[in-house]
């Protein structure tokens, strides 16, 4: 039986538990520091805070202090903590890690290293990797229009596993597979790479639009369509730059995930409230004091950096990007600047 020890018993990382279980895994979930109040819901089978649903009852749980505990004889290990926590945990886990057969990302985010280069996080983790002399298994990066409640609930979902060795992506997308969990595999680690923080940065774009018909009581969904397909362009342009297929954004680590995350999710609830009229940086210390992390809003700062490091004129090719760039430093027309970056130029 494959033992899977997933890091992070957040939204997301509670919610793989459920597939990989329902698979016939072992499966361990461990909560970092700042999880333990969800590990003790957990532990008295109550459903999860951030997801609820009740993590199966096979799943053993450990605190942030028994991670050796919950790392030893894991064939698999998941990174399943936000993208700030990746270069810390890695650090953590590394010994355990080293010694399975794959490490599993479902992580996004873009994390820069001590020069200020903005790096994909498979690559963070091999760079960290490297400077202790540890050797790592495969990295599998997981993406795709995935909720996590809706997963954690055993609803149908469609994933990809992406693995620069297309044969371990393949084998584990069979092997992790369930009737209600589909995962398709690629050999494109750095397109789904790309697609997974991206669409969160366009998802506030979407987001926007549906707040300026909230505000204006007209629907603004030409403008919203018109930024989804700038949105699916732009994350291919981006990847095929770093060595992505191009058509990965057009799959579901691109446009999949750009649908579900524009439909719901942080990201676009917190450009609702830019299209409503909220002042993006008040509306972001909302969000916090709610305790609903826009991760969108890092990722567009460091994509922006990405796209200047890359130069060659990328960035006049990523007009969307640049414009949720704007709005999130208070450019005062929103409608004009999501409009003006997504409608194609006359003549
Ligand atoms: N929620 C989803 O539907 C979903 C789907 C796919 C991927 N993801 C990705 O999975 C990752 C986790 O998301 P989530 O929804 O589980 O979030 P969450 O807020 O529910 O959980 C975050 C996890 O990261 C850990 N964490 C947060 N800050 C940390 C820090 N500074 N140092 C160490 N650990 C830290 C927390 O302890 C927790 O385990 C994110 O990168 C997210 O984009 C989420």
Redesign the pocket.
């Given at each position: 039986m494959t033992t899977i020890t997933i890091l992070?018993?957040?939204?997301?990382?509670s919610a793989l538990s459920r597939p990989v279980t329902d698979a016939g895994w072992d499966v361990r979930l461990w909560?970092?520091w700042?999880?333990d109040h969800l590990v003790d819901a957990i532990e008295a089978g109550e459903p999860h805070p951030?997801t609820g649903a009740v993590v199966p009852s096979s799943v053993r749980a450990y605190r942030s202090a028994q991670l050796e505990e919950a790392l030893d004889g894991a064939d698999v290990v998941v990174m399943?903590?936000?993208?700030?926590?990746v270069p810390?945990?890695t650090e953590l886990a590394l010994e355990g890690i080293s010694q399975a057969d794959a490490l599993w990302l479902?992580?996004?985010?873009f994390c820069p290293d001590e020069a200020g280069r903005i790096q994909l996080l498979p690559d963070a983790i091999r760079a960290i990797a490297a400077r202790r002399g540890a050797t790592l298994p495969p990295l599998v990066a997981i993406a795709g229009p995935?909720?996590?409640n809706e997963c954690a609930a055993g609803l149908p979902t469609a994933t990809i596993f992406g693995c620069r060795d297309g044969e371990v992506s393949r084998r584990y997308a069979a092997e992790a597979a369930t009737p209600v969990y589909a995962i398709a595999h690629t050999d494109d680690e750095v397109g789904v790479e790309v697609c997974a923080p991206m669409k969160n940065v366009y998802a506030i774009a979407l987001g926007i639009a549906d707040g300026l018909g909230e505000a204006t009581g007209t629907p603004h969904h030409n403008l919203k369509a018109a930024a989804f397909a700038q949105a699916v362009r732009e994350m291919s342009l981006l990847g095929a730059r770093l060595g992505a297929h191009p058509d990965t954004a057009y799959g579901l680590p691109g446009v999949g995930d750009l649908e579900v995350t524009g439909l719901s999710g942080r990201n676009k609830v917190y450009g609702v409230r830019i299209g409503r009229g909220e002042e993006p940086r008040e509306a972001l210390a909302e969000m916090d004091r709610l305790e609903q992390?826009v991760?969108g809003v890092p990722a567009a700062g460091l994509a922006r950096t990405l796209v200047d490091q890359l130069g060659g004129g990328l960035a006049e090719e990523l007009p969307l990007l640049a414009a949720v760039c704007a709005i999130l430093e208070g450019v005062p027309d929103v409608q004009a600047t999501v409009a003006g970056a997504v409608l194609p130029r006359r003549g």
């Open positions: 992070g018993a957040g939204a997301m990382g909560g970092t700042l999880d951030r399943s903590v936000a993208s700030v926590g810390k945990v479902t992580s996004k985010g995935v909720k996590a992390t991760e």
